[in-house]
């Protein structure tokens, strides 16, 4: 009991340093929630109900198109209009060792003494879609402590790994010519998400084209009128050349969310891929640990031999365990197993009803 006092002071304590702007007392925070666990999302409730301020644009684009260049530029726009800014940087792990060299920081070194900017490296370990785990969670710490603007620059992507445009409100593209592959931000799952185009280096040739083509797609996309038309717009961040026009288009966004409902539509997008995802990550993590579901106990074990010897489909192994995992929760081994009784549960949804 001592201890889970302890715990709860500590957490309450370096949320309430968050949300006075500690720029220390942040970065311990990103700490917790990359590690996870009980410490890390008891500080996330604890600061939850102090997000929702911020502006969080997504920033996406295949490798080599100088999406970390741009999000410096666009930053360094940003506070000279007096705005403070957060950039959670996503770098791709190391298949082998797990490790990441996080570069995007370099990128951005000058930055780094701007005590209106704070930028976060962190490493994919595994997961895909663009971002890491613990994406989310470091958004909403940023905001938590008064950040008005983040950036959320994902890893280098691919034609459908579009995991950014259930976290942002306006997700940028980034595209750059000279890659091989002319309409390589016309493919299927990126061209869609984007509120923003950039064609970046776009002092190369063959700029213009890619420009021409995107904006000649995104015609034959039928929308309604008052529906917001995503712009294309040329730039080059090495040289800090049409920066302010994209930093314009991305206000322009905010506005046309907040003016057409979208805003709270997106919202309520983005909090149910949250919660259904962390519902998917606890179910995996139950099924996988060594809590009598996963491979670690007997009756996981059991199915799972079973599928192996083809003596039960994978589909309804996975029926079963699901099965197991509900009768768990009536209960109360399963909201025991991740920290809650289960009359928190009740507390939280009522009485069950018959």
């Known amino acids: 009991m ?22 220390r007392a942040l970065a311990r925070g990103l700490t917790w929630v990359e590690s996870g666990g009980k410490r890390a999302e008891a500080l996330s409730a604890q600061l939850y109900p102090h997000t929702g301020r911020a502006q969080i644009v997504g920033v996406t684009g295949a490798p080599g198109s100088g999406k970390s260049t741009l999000v410096r530029s666009l ?3 940003a506070r000279a209009r007096g705005r403070t800014v957060g ?15 996080l570069g995007d920081r370099i990128r951005m070194n000058d930055l780094a003494l701007d005590p209106g900017v704070f930028i976060r490296s962190m490493a994919t370990r595994g997961a895909l879609g663009g971002l890491c785990r613990a ?14 603007l983040v950036f959320v620059e994902t890893v280098g992507v691919g034609q459908d790994e579009v995991d950014v445009m259930r976290l942002a409100q306006t997700v940028l593209v980034v595209s750059v010519p000279g890659l091989g592959d002319d309409v390589q931000a016309l493919k299927a799952g990126v061209l869609e998400i984007a509120d923003v185009h950039v ?25 309604p009128e008052e529906t917001w038309m995503p712009p294309v717009l040329p730039a080059s961040a090495a040289r800090d050349e049409g920066i302010e026009p994209i930093a314009d288009a991305l206000d322009g966004h905010v506005a046309y969310l907040k003016t057409s409902g979208e805003l709270e539509r997106r919202r309520r997008r983005i909090v149910t891929a949250r919660v259904l995802k ?36 994978p ?40």
């Open 2 to 23: 001592a201890d889970g006092t302890m715990m709860s002071d500590d957490v309450e304590t370096l949320a309430s340093q968050i949300v006075g702007g500690s720029t």
């Open 75 to 77: 930053a360094l726009v």
């Open 87 to 101: 950039v959670v940087a996503v770098d791709p792990s190391s298949p082998f060792s797990g490790g990441a060299i």
């Open 135 to 148: 994406a989310a969670d470091a958004v909403d710490l940023m905001d938590a402590a008064g950040r008005s």
């Open 199 to 223: 064609v970046n280096k776009a002092d190369r040739d063959g700029a213009d084209r890619i420009v021409a083509e995107l904006r000649a797609m995104l015609t034959l996309i039928p929308a």
């Open 278 to 313: 962390i519902a998917q990550d606890l179910v995996a993590e139950t099924l996988l640990g060594g809590e009598g579901l996963g491979t670690e106990g007997a009756a996981g074990a059991t199915l799972l031999e079973r599928v192996a010897r083809r003596e039960l489909a």
């Open 315 to 354: 589909h309804a192994c996975a029926r079963l365990f699901l099965k197991q995992i509900a009768r768990r929760t009536e209960g109360g081994e399963f909201l025991r197993a991740h920290g809650r009784r289960p009359d928190d549960a009740r507390r939280h949804h009522g009485p069950a009803t018959r």
